[in-house]
């Protein structure tokens, strides 16, 4: 089926725009083609002199992929795609002293933030370390008892323990106090991070983060892991350099063997995957597939992952139970998973780590149904701009999963904020594409709102008064109310293509994986499945629908509708029983008994027999 080019169809009827006529869906929202005019010729040339198929075609069209570069595109390299360290600011620096530390045998402490990023940059850079005869002591902080990134406590205790050297991963760049605190006792510093960066840096001997204004490398869009990857590159250069391989008689290692790790902090880091990390994740994935590491390799087990692991099984698998050890137990759980070779404590602590993550996920579904109670009763039945909830009894570990739940349900901005007895507050928000959340952070700290707080456009962290809970509601709700009425003006669902049940194959689903991986920046593709019937219908887990769609040649596809019960779309479903249904979703690979069957994630259903639903 062709879908409607809306660009060509400019002074048509709003209906005539509309992908298969539904101009409002079960989800209230209007179903439009991804390409334009120029996004079909382009995906029908690619079509033609690739030899692809017609949807494969059209998901690189959508990516402004050219015809001659389909098949690069498919097959990304890092050795094309990894830019010289030295464009980095200080890493050439940074390098020379981690190359002298590894030459010197010192002693050397390692600082990492708690979540799936920090834990990855930590484990790349103590595996490799560790091959050069290093022993580096690991700190991960405690997020309730030492809060994010180094603080001075933390510093003296690594200097106390003989380090000579310190190196944070994924935070330090805004940590005045706590190298005041290093440069006091004697102690070099060297940062990779990639957070935000403001005009004034803090005393280090190197800080390495595209981030920071000064520096002109173009790769901002890393993860922390990805930063101390390209800086493995540098200290492996300085160090053959230096003829160091050649006295020990080892060969340098392997760096590629730690693509899984890149892969998996990428990926859980939600940031753009483009260009170097969209070859990250893919080359990653295939290392994770060979089970070199015993950590991942022993959590793979524990949640019994089959079939080969894709982009989804990291986000929504393996990484939210490495960060439960951060959330809600011992903070340094998955950096010490992701750095062990023992298959049996490797073991143990993926089993510790999953029950932490059952525990994490019935703190969150409490704290949900609490927050949405709140919210219906501050706003009633109208959409809010913006959701600011704060509560005594929420755990800090899980309000950035509490306000990415609400931004889901009512597609707005939302705050969860954890109230603690003391008279503070922490919170987490999540935005929506159009509104800049860190920017709203920002000048909500400049205006002395908030204590703290930084972030990006679509996750931001403060800290502030609980007293000072109501008045960061207000300048929040002003300062995003025009955002998002111009993307909830501009709203609707992004069709990439059709597909019916019949033509929905593995090796078909396998080709339009090629395309991605799929997340920030490369948003999942998703097709509609015109008039399949429903045939099946029934509740599973807490609130998701499980389905089987027909299609009118009779072939069956089975589905699942996340957290749809009492929904919207979960209503819909519900009355549509029996009846044939318009039906968007995503496709992916379900493994049953080492088989690969295709399975839809339903996001939002239309009635065929009306033009709006």
């Given at each position: ?577 029996g009846a044939p249904l318009h039906v968007a979703g995503h496709v992916d690979l379900d493994w049953w008994q080492g088989a690969p069957r295709v399975q839809i994630r339903v996001v939002d259903a239309a009635d065929p027999a009306k033009s709006r639903f």
């Amino acid at each position: 089926m062709t879908l409607v080019a809306e660009s060509d169809l400019r002074s048509e009827s709003a209906e005539r725009r509309a992908v298969l006529g539904v101009t409002r869906s079960a989800t209230a929202r209007p179903w439009r083609d991804r390409l334009d005019a120029r996004g079909g010729a382009l995906a029908r040339q690619i079509a033609q002199e690739a030899g692809l198929p017609d949807v494969v075609s059209r998901l690189l069209a959508a990516r402004d992929v050219a015809a001659d570069a389909a098949e690069a595109y498919l097959n990304p390299q890092l050795k094309t795609l990894l830019p010289d360290p030295s464009l980095f600011t200080d890493m050439d620096a940074a390098a020379a002293r981690l190359a002298d530390a590894v030459e010197r045998g010192e002693k050397l402490a390692v600082f990492g933030d708690y979540d799936v990023d920090g834990a990855t940059s930590v484990a790349v850079l103590v595996r490799y370390l560790r091959g050069q005869g290093l022993d580096p002591a690991v700190y991960i902080p405690d997020r309730l008892v030492d809060g994010y990134g180094p603080n001075p406590r933390a510093v003296g205790e690594l200097a106390a323990g003989g380090a000579t050297l310190l190196v944070t991963l994924d935070c330090g760049t805004s940590s005045f106090e706590a190298f005041d605190e290093a440069k006091r006792r004697g102690l070099d510093v060297v940062t990779l991070d990639h957070h935000q960066a403001g005009v004034e840096l803090p005393p280090t001997l190197a800080l390495v983060n595209p981030n920071r204004q000064d520096d002109l490398s173009g790769h901002g869009h890393l993860a922390a892991v990805g930063v101390t990857f390209v800086a493995l590159v540098a200290i492996n250069r300085e160090l053959r350099r230096r003829g160091w391989f050649e006295r020990r008689g080892t060969p340098p290692p392997d760096l590629l063997s730690l693509l899984d790790l890149v892969a998996l902090g990428t990926v859980c880091d939600v940031v753009p995957l483009k260009g170097l990390n969209r070859a990250f994740v893919v080359k990653g994935l295939t290392v994770l597939r060979a089970r070199g590491n015993r950590g991942l390799a022993a959590l793979a087990d524990v949640v019994r992952l089959s079939g080969p692991p894709t982009p989804y099984s990291l986000a929504f698998m393996l990484g939210p139970r490495i960060n439960a050890g951060g959330r809600i137990g011992d903070s340094g759980l998955g950096a010490r998973l992701l750095t062990s070779d023992d298959a049996v404590d490797a073991g143990r602590i993926a089993v510790e780590l999953d029950r932490l993550n059952r525990e994490r996920q019935a703190l969150e579904a409490e704290a949900v149904d609490a927050a949405e109670l709140m919210v219906a009763a501050r706003l009633g039945g109208e959409a809010p701009p913006v959701i600011v909830e704060a509560s005594e009894d929420w755990h800090p570990g899980i309000v950035g999963l509490v306000a990415a739940r609400l931004k889901e349900r009512y597609r707005c901005p939302t705050f969860a904020i954890a109230l603690d007895r003391d008279g503070g507050a922490v919170g987490s928000g999540r935005s929506i594409a159009g509104v800049d959340l860190g920017a709203v952070v920002r000048l909500a700290r400049e205006r002395g709102l908030i204590a703290k707080g930084g972030g990006h456009a679509m996750a931001a962290g403060v800290s502030l008064p609980a007293a000072g809970v109501d008045a960061f509601r207000a300048f929040v709700a002003a300062a995003v109310a025009d955002g998002v009425a111009m993307a909830r003006a501009a709203e609707a669902l992004e069709i990439d293509a059709a597909l019916t049940a019949d033509g929905a194959t593995p090796d078909l689903v396998e080709a339009i994986g090629r395309v991605g991986p799929f997340g920030s920046a490369q948003p999942e593709p998703l097709f509609v499945f015109p008039s399949h019937r429903l045939l099946y219908l029934d509740a599973v887990g807490r609130n998701h629908l499980r389905l089987t769609l027909c299609s009118s040649a009779g072939t069956k596809l089975k589905a699942m509708a996340f957290r749809a019960v009492g929904q919207p779309l979960g209503d819909f479903l519900a009355g549509s029983r029996g009846a044939p249904l318009h039906v968007a979703g995503h496709v992916d690979l379900d493994w049953w008994q080492g088989a690969p069957r295709v399975q839809i994630r339903v996001v939002d259903a239309a009635d065929p027999a009306k033009s709006r639903f």
